[in-house]
């Protein structure tokens, strides 16, 4: 063989390896509207307490069944959103949306977030509503880093930035929901665009 | 000289098998059907080379039923990896020896 054969071995075995283990259709352009979603629910959300007559949440009460409601609209939009680009993404790069990597990325991804909602539902029920904000961007980061590993490597540092805020969140509880808004708003626009121009364009 | 040329593994010395150790290195197993998409071989190509791989020892079969569907997956042995390692540097040596 001539070291040309080798040079192409090697290239091979590069792209194998990638693509054997890394899932690379993620959408970046989803990433940036679901950040737009989070800044309009967010808005919606603050002006809904603003006018509530109090400047905090309570867990009875037709403001709190809004904001939640809110809340999953985002987030059933945002979730819409990346399956459709990324779908879409896909198919144009010829890689599968269903196989045994992207569940692999999945289970990853779902496991921590679930453990995440569930045990924030439970603190809300013994009325401990101080650290919701904190908890939620702590725990959708480590979702995030434990899934990167399976797909593209921008998907940690959004991982560790929001694992950050988290914690900034919890030693400043008053200011969740502006944490809530740069980590879930601004970071998926700044991550998305980001993304987008790296991985999207051409 | 020599001493890359021995590092050069035959058994790696085909475009598939050096496809299948590739995907085993960065994938804790990879079933039949998985290999078979990835590298675009056909069933008598990638089985004729998986049980070549499979008889140097460099890679381990697990056979086993979901549902009622045979499933194989394939693992990368210590000894695959190590070796694959090996050819990998031998081959980066190569060429920048050129």
């Known amino acids: 063989m001539s070291s040309e054969d080798y040079l192409k071995d090697i290239s091979e075995i590069k792209t194998l390896m990638s693509k ?116 939620m961007l702590l725990f959708y980061g480590l979702a995030l880093l434990n899934a990167s590993k399976y797909t593209l490597g921008d998907i940690k540092y959004l991982g560790y930035t929001q694992i950050v805020l988290g914690l900034l969140c919890a030693v400043f509880p008053g200011y969740g929901f502006w944490f809530w808004v740069v980590g879930f708003g601004f970071m998926h626009i700044i991550y998305g665009a980001a993304m987008y121009y790296k991985y999207d364009r051409n | 000289m020599k001493n890359i040329i021995l590092n050069i593994n035959k058994a790696f010395d085909h475009r598939i098998r050096l496809g299948i150790m590739s995907v085993l290195m960065v994938n ?61 540097d031998a081959l980066e040596k190569l060429i920048k020896n050129k």
Do not use: M
């Open chain 1, 20 to 135: 054997s283990s890394r899932f690379i259709s993620l959408s970046g352009l989803s990433g940036i509207l679901a950040g737009i979603y989070a800044l309009i629910g967010a808005g919606y959300a603050y002006w809904l307490v603003s006018n509530s007559g109090r400047d905090y949440l309570i867990l009875e009460g037709k403001t709190f069944k809004l904001v939640i409601l809110t809340l999953l609209i985002v987030g059933l939009f945002s979730i819409g959103t990346a399956i459709f680009l990324t779908t879409k993404k896909a198919k144009k790069n010829e890689e599968k949306i269903w196989d045994a990597l992207t569940k692999r990325l999945l289970t990853s991804f779902i496991v921590p977030l679930l453990a995440g909602g569930i045990y924030i539902i439970i603190i809300l029920k013994q009325q401990r509503y101080g650290q919701t904000g904190a908890l």
């Open chain 2, 28 to 88: 804790e197993y990879a079933d039949f059907n998985t290999l078979k998409e990835l590298l675009g071989a056909t069933d008598g190509n990638l089985a004729s080379h998986t049980k070549a791989l499979e008889k140097v020892e460099f890679i381990r079969v697990e056979k086993q039923f979901i549902g009622r569907k045979p499933n194989t997956k394939y693992i990368a042995t210590d000894l695959g990896k190590q070796e694959f390692k090996k050819h990998i």
